[in-house]
């Protein structure tokens, strides 16, 4: 496609960047330390560690990895944790002792981290102590030799770590008991103070993560992303927020779960480079908690999901909130409904950009400017250096503006394979571009806006319904909290939609559901059913599982 999109750049964006600046990650890491070191790098719980503490933990995390455990160039570790100040010793650590991280979502059951480990071969895990007990029913089962185990309060001092650990095991019972040989994280860096590290040498082409797609689309695959693709997404992200940060001086408020492809690259990586301070958000389904420290920092940057911007500007204390600092907000990994962006708007005084990437892009491949010259409703502009084209079901290119087909991107950020499966890999990799799944349209300009996935499309009498579409306008309801959408059968139309709400106000009726629908789409888009939840399914990072509801709704036709 003829790269319109770059007629449309913030000025000081520049069209195509270096991405060979930095042979692997360790050198942004280094150059980091010396131009930031006294500043804030991650605070959790009212604790920070500097840019220099960061170095020394993470090199004592490495000592111990290389010397007491024997780890070479190229081994595996998983990391298992929430955001909590270890994640990033660890990560950085294991980076530096030249292995390949896999990141687990701490939430996983123990099959999905039997699957994990065994598919990726980590034989190195380090996991928060709330979750050990799960390991322990897989123990034995797995590559896994070495057991690191962390609790959550480990890095914040006396008499903090004491007071929270007590807490958390001994009065709130979320500790439960596990048995089995390991070692605790800040024995690890004590062990690791009293040897010598090495840092071993890394190639751009060297693997850095084995990073696992979600498995909502079926069994979970790792991702190979090279400390090449890393580097090249973070240089794109950082050439893209060139209107608004400043080196040195942005907070940025991370509720998203670093182990999270999103939250990883953007906020614990590109954000690096520029020295930014990272407000580590352990749970943030704890709203009021999550609402009381943000009223504690003077925070200029928020990353984030729709359902989680939704959920805080819904709530009473965002009033009370302080945004006179605040100079962006971001949202990712799914789509950023226009009513969730009025709402926040309202509330904040602030403006969300939304952009978009996969974990097989590193992620990011398109984001909105942050000039101001964004468009609601769109996933932006391909960052430099990335190719976008769009392609019908018999892969040729779609050319009219405004005609849907299969996003497909090629660029450095995008992944060399699926882990072990070339059979996997050969689907979505075609000639050199990643096939998404994501069926997008291209306007005049060339913003792209999503309009769904391929397999969440609704077919309604041959007549394509996108479930965003239809959330869009259904979110637009000021009774309405959450919406999804899905389809289900029917024996006149093939599929007829459906759709599962959460109520803001308890008066809302399906009545009132439908009327509202009709007046701003054609009736074969109108859903047909409206279920009330009190919830709706979610993935750990607030995506919602629209699979989860088809699922339930195929299990109830064969009952």
Avoid at 1 to 22: Q, R
Avoid at 274 to 291: E, Q, V
Avoid at 348 to 367: F, K, N, Q, R, W
Avoid at 385 to 399: A, W
């Amino acid at each position: 496609m003829e790269k319109i999109w770059l007629k449309k750049y913030p000025k000081v964006v520049p069209h195509v960047i270096e991405t060979d600046e930095y042979s692997n990650i360790l050198e942004v890491f280094d150059e980091s330390v010396r131009k930031f070191r006294n500043k804030n790098a991650f605070k959790n719980f009212g604790t920070t560690l500097t840019y220099h503490d960061l170095d020394v933990l993470s090199g004592q995390f490495a000592s111990y990895l290389q010397n007491d455990l024997g780890l070479k160039k190229g081994d595996k570790i998983a990391l298992q944790m929430p955001n909590v100040l270890q994640f990033p010793v660890a990560l950085f650590g294991a980076m530096r002792a030249g292995l390949i991280v896999v990141n687990t979502n701490p939430l996983y059951t123990a099959t999905e981290m039997k699957h994990q480990f065994n598919d990726s071969g980590a034989t190195t895990l380090v996991i928060l102590a709330q979750f050990a007990h799960l390991y322990e029913s897989i123990h034995g089962q797995t590559p896994i030799k070495n057991v690191i185990v962390t609790e959550v309060g480990d890095l914040l001092g006396f008499p903090k770590k004491q007071l929270i650990n007590f807490v958390l095991k001994h009065v709130k019972k979320m500790v439960p008991a596990y048995n089995f040989k390991h070692t605790s994280f800040n024995d690890a860096l004590d062990s690791g103070a009293t040897k010598t590290y090495i840092q071993p040498p890394l190639a751009a082409t060297d693997i850095a993560f084995l990073q696992y797609t979600g498995g909502t689309t079926g069994v979970s695959k790792g991702a190979i992303l090279t400390h090449q693709n890393i580097i090249a997404n973070m240089l794109q992200i950082c050439a893209w927020m060139r209107p608004k940060l400043i080196e040195g001086e942005e907070i940025c408020l991370t509720p998203l779960p670093m182990y999270h492809i999103f939250s990883l690259t953007v906020n614990c990586l590109a954000f690096m480079r520029y020295g930014a301070s990272n407000i580590l958000i352990t749970n943030p389904r704890d709203i009021p908690g999550f609402i009381k420290t943000m009223k504690k920092e003077k925070f200029t940057i928020m990353t984030g999901v729709n359902t989680l911007y939704n959920a805080l500007a819904v709530h009473p204390d965002i009033k009370s909130v302080d945004f006179s600092h605040m100079k962006i907000s971001v949202a990712g990994a799914m789509a950023l409904q226009n009513a969730v962006k009025e709402r926040w708007k309202q509330a904040t005084g602030t403006d969300v950009i939304e952009g978009y990437g996969l974990t097989e892009t590193s992620p990011v491949a398109c984001v909105n400017p942050i000039d101001g010259t964004d468009k609601v409703g769109t996933i932006g502009l391909p960052v430099p250096n990335t190719d976008i084209r769009l392609v019908d079901d018999n892969e040729k290119d779609v050319t009219a503006t405004g005609e849907p087909g299969e996003l497909c991107v090629k660029g450095p950020q995008v992944m060399q394979g699926y882990y072990n499966r070339p059979d996997e890999t050969a689907k979505v990799i075609k000639n050199g571009w990643l096939h998404t799944g994501d069926i997008a349209v291209m306007d005049q300009d060339g913003f792209f806006k999503i309009v769904d996935r391929k397999k969440d499309m609704i077919l309604v009498s041959g007549f394509n319904v996108y479930p965003n579409e239809v959330e869009d306008v259904i979110a637009k309801n000021p009774k309405v909290l959450e919406v999804a959408a899905i389809g289900v059968p029917d024996t006149h139309s093939g599929e007829v939609v459906k759709v599962f709400v959460v109520k803001k106000d308890d008066s809302l009726t399906e009545q009132e559901v439908i009327a509202h629908a009709k007046q701003s789409m054609t009736n074969y888009k109108v859903p047909k059913h409206v279920e009330f939840r009190k919830e709706l399914p979610k993935t750990n990072v607030g995506k919602v599982l629209r699979r989860s509801l088809r699922d339930e709704e195929l299990a109830k036709a064969k009952a």
